[in-house]
């Protein structure tokens, strides 16, 4: 179905985004399609509180799901435990960025053109911007700040009606930017 949809679409969704620039109608109806399908894949479906990945995905995901025992699955906390998870986590992420840098950099074609890095380090930055929006937005009640996801979570104790709350807080943590699922999605649903 996947390879079928791809090929009726003419590609994947970033090259539809790149033809609906150069003025392809038939881009504009797959570019609209796929957001409905990624809004829909983490926001539930009209009177449900299922989502599309719910529905779809979790049934064959769930039994291939491996849980640690130690509840966290990060390689930080695989190397070096709860405890000493956060300085591994900078350490491993350094030492992957340096690999990836250092292979990047080895073609000189690369390194002779000004354009590429640049792009590369837009992008690079974007990305992380938006991550760091996602993971750090706050609500400030009474002066103190709070998450979005404690917020909600919260919810009855702040809020004085139900009105305007979200079905699932799961949602509301830092996004990877896929059309799959949210990084914070938990697999208990």
Known sequence: MFGAGMTLASGCGNKSL??????NLKSLFVVLIVGVVAYYMTN???NSDKTLFSVLFMPWLRPLAVTLSNGHQDLGSLVAGSAGAVKARLIIGGVLGLAI???VFRSADFRRNLDNIMGGLVVGLVV???WYVTSNLTINVDGQPHSLADYVRQWDFYASSDAG???SSRMLSAQSFTFINPMGQTWGM
């Open 165 to 167: 709350k979200p079905a």
């Open 128 to 130: 992380l911007a938006a």
């Open 18 to 23: 790149i033809r609906l620039g150069g003025g």
């Open 101 to 103: 840098l250092g292979w």
């Open 44 to 46: 539930p479906l009209p």
